[in-house]
């Protein structure tokens, strides 16, 4: 998981979004050309907290999205007690719908 601003247009939206909100952009994989719009995921910290976000981007990889990572707003960095500026951390996830 890597820190990721959602201060443009989002992919799945066009719209703008607060990093205030439990947000997720997907690598180009994972985010499938959109089908993944509105999916929620549970993401869990290695310390064990766990939090629900929104996927609304795609995160790609020539723009510096990891073949295994996804992007998240600060609030879900806050909401599992991670650093922000701790850099790439490992995570787990899965789609809840």
């Known amino acids: 998981m890597s820190l990721n601003s959602f201060g443009w247009p989002a992919s799945?939206?066009?719209k703008y979004h607060s990093d205030?909100?439990?947000l997720v952009?997907?690598?180009s994989g994972w985010y499938g050309g959109g089908i993944r719009c509105g999916k929620m995921i549970r993401?869990?910290?290695p310390g064990g907290p766990t939090v629900e976000a929104?996927?609304?981007d795609e995160c790609e990889i020539r723009g510096g999205c990891?073949?295994?990572e996804m992007g998240t707003s600060v609030a879900v960095w806050n909401?599992?007690?991670i650093d922000p500026t701790a850099g790439p951390v490992s995570v787990t996830w899965s789609y809840l719908n």
């Open 66 to 68: 990891g073949h295994h």
């Open 20 to 22: 205030s909100l439990f």
């Open 43 to 45: 993401i869990r910290s």
């Open 12 to 14: 799945c939206d066009g």
């Open 54 to 56: 929104m996927v609304l």
């Open 25 to 27: 952009s997907l690598n």
């Open 79 to 81: 909401a599992l007690g």
